[in-house]
């Protein structure tokens, strides 16, 4: 029995920053809610147009138009795999009221600002319409159009550390507070591993959802290669899948 989400049946909102957030954080997550019972949403900020690419048949998509549409494939096939049929771009229809022109955000991209490699910043090819860039208002103005639309009882976002301090993680923390106090929705937040352990949060250790999480990191091919339990990263960094989420109330 969990303390912190609401009762099965209930309407969840996740945001993430990016195409292949959703499985990488809280795949497992997701995948256990949808078999609750819950209605699940994943709102997602940016389409990853800074994203680098695996080397091999993608490559040549790196920084053209048709990564932006390739991984927006990606992005629904995982969510097919893990069970979500709910998704929404931010700014776009129905994440914006439908009076409203459309609003698109675009993936800032990263680059340590210290020697130390734990203060983020925007890449250095992020324009003005980069998500960093953004107003916090007008981004939560649009996401609490979303959580009006699906009738959200609870919102879940990074916490104020980003998972692991990506600028647009962030940032998609500081909209996720505004838009729970404008919506009156409550906020959970993913839990930093690098922050752990913390008081008051509550462990979903979900390892059976594992080949489903793999199958759905699968199709983020471009980003990402499923090495046995591991996912090696672009740049060469391998980590084992997660499959064990940490939920927390803010202001804890």
């Not at 009221?97 to 020697?115: F, H, I, K, V």
């Not at 505004?178 to 929705?185: K, R």
């Amino acid at each position: 029995m969990t303390e912190l989400l609401p009762p099965a049946g209930s309407r969840l909102v996740f945001l993430h920053a990016h195409p292949d957030d959703e499985t990488l954080a809280t795949g497992v997550l997701l995948a256990w809610l949808v078999e609750q019972g819950y209605v699940v949403a994943v709102v997602t900020a940016t389409r990853g147009e800074q994203g680098e690419v695996v080397p091999g048949p993608f490559s040549a998509l790196q920084g053209t138009p048709a990564l932006v549409e390739h991984r927006e494939g990606e992005l629904a096939g995982a969510l097919a795999e893990l069970g979500v049929v709910h998704h929404a771009f931010l700014g776009t229809p129905p994440a914006r009221a439908p009076e409203l022109p459309p609003r698109r955000y675009t993936d800032s991209g990263m680059r340590w600002l210290d020697d130390t490699e734990t203060v983020a910043g925007p890449g250095d090819s992020a324009g003005p319409d980069s998500f960093t860039a953004a107003a916090v208002e007008d981004a939560a103005a649009d996401l609490v159009a979303y959580l009006a639309h699906v009738s959200a009882d609870a919102l879940v976002a990074y916490d104020s550390h980003g998972g692991y301090g990506h600028p647009d993680h962030v940032a998609c923390h500081r909209i996720a507070v505004a838009a729970s106090a404008l919506a009156g929705v409550p906020l959970l937040e993913v839990v930093s591993p690098p922050l752990l352990p913390v008081p008051g949060a509550e462990e979903f250790a979900l390892p059976r959802y594992l080949p489903r999480v793999k199958a759905a990191l699968a199709h983020h091919a471009t980003q990402l290669t499923v090495v046995g339990d591991d996912v090696v990263h672009v740049g060469g960094q391998r980590q084992p899948i997660l499959t064990t989420v940490w939920l927390a109330r803010p202001g804890r």
